[in-house]
């Protein structure tokens, strides 16, 4: 019968850990190759991303939509916003008829005190009568319309006094096209022309 030598446990020991210092350079390789797999795959979804996970417009490629900065959004603001300075000034007489006496203006708007004041085609002062700064509404004028035509309401300022008077107070200027232009447009230039509004007065 053969006998057989048992290993001593010191050589075990050795041979255990030969084999598994083998092993363990590889499972390392392996799992430093996942590792840096993944934070590339990382860096890929953040660089097609903004700050916030917003998606951005990459160069030569589909744009995709971005919430407007403040500075935009403050830009289209001033462009839609503003007032119109030709409206600080307005008058407006719809047609109507009467005994002569009485003309009844709309609507009025000035910038400053001053008068409405009737006239004809020729430029005769008929009636006028004293407005105040802002919107003046249903404003009637005493007048001496003499017989059915056409007339026109016209707007001046007040040189202080309280009366109106053709030769001190100035008429308002505007630069509204040429529509309803009558008597007070000089035929040359709007910017020179005198804020009116023209109507039929039918008398009877």
Do not use: W
């Amino acid at each position: 019968m053969r006998a057989f030598s048992r290993p001593s446990h010191g050589l075990l020991t050795r041979t255990f850990l030969a084999r598994n210092m083998t092993k363990t350079p590889l499972l390392a390789l392996a799992t430093a190759a996942a590792a840096l797999t993944l934070a590339a795959c990382g860096e890929n979804d953040d660089s097609a991303n903004g700050p916030g996970g917003i998606q951005v417009t990459d160069p030569g490629g589909e744009s995709s939509a971005q919430p407007p900065s403040s500075a935009e959004s403050s830009a289209a603001t001033t462009a839609t916003g503003g007032s119109d300075d030709d409206d600080r000034n307005e008058v407006e007489v719809s047609d109507q008829s009467g005994d002569g006496s009485t003309v009844l203006v709309d609507q009025v708007r000035a910038e400053k005190s001053g008068f409405v004041v009737i006239v004809d085609d020729a430029g005769t002062v008929l009636g006028s009568a004293p407005v105040n700064a802002g919107d003046t509404a249903q404003l009637s004028v005493p007048t001496q319309i003499p017989a059915t035509g056409n007339y026109e309401a016209q707007l001046y300022t007040d040189d202080g006094n309280g009366r109106f008077d053709p030769a001190a107070d100035q008429p308002v200027r505007t630069d509204d096209d040429d529509s309803d232009d009558g008597s007070g447009d000089d035929g040359s230039d709007d910017d020179d022309d005198i804020e009116s509004d023209e109507f039929d007065y039918q008398v009877g």
